[in-house]
């Protein structure tokens, strides 16, 4: 059963920077749209970021402010959230999550089929 793996979440100070990573196990992502979600503490879970399947459209949530970039590398089958100027209202568990491939990715969490266990990521003032 292919599975999801989220990892470099950890806890950092106000205005750093960190980078997720999510990689798949025994099948290839290149074919599916990505996503990347959170939920914060008592919360419910929105959108961050997806990328379609080709890797040429991206979005984001508004609230972002540009902070945040998504992207992708086929050859290492990892789709990644690069994460700048990381406020405390970023403190939440972020998920990454595989859609269908169509040429534009959805924001809406129902849009996609997989999701992985989350990593945590705290936030400090």
């Known amino acids: 059963q292919v599975q999801l793996v989220e990892s470099g979440g950890g806890l950092v100070q106000a205005g750093g920077s960190l980078r997720l990573s999510c990689a798949a196990s025994?099948?290839?992502?290149?074919?599916?749209?990505m996503g990347w979600f959170r939920q914060a503490p008592g919360k419910e879970r929105e959108f961050v970021a997806a990328i379609n399947w080709i890797g040429d459209i991206t979005y984001y949530a508004d609230s972002l402010e540009g902070r945040f970039t998504i992207s992708r590398d086929g050859a290492k089958n990892t789709i990644y959230l690069q994460m700048n100027s990381l406020k405390p209202e970023d403190t939440a568990g972020y998920y990454c999550a595989a859609g269908p491939s169509t040429y534009y990715p959805a924001r809406l969490a129902r849009a996609y089929d997989l999701w992985g266990q989350g990593t945590r990521i705290t936030v400090s003032s």
């Open positions: 025994a099948r290839t992502l290149s074919n599916y749209n």
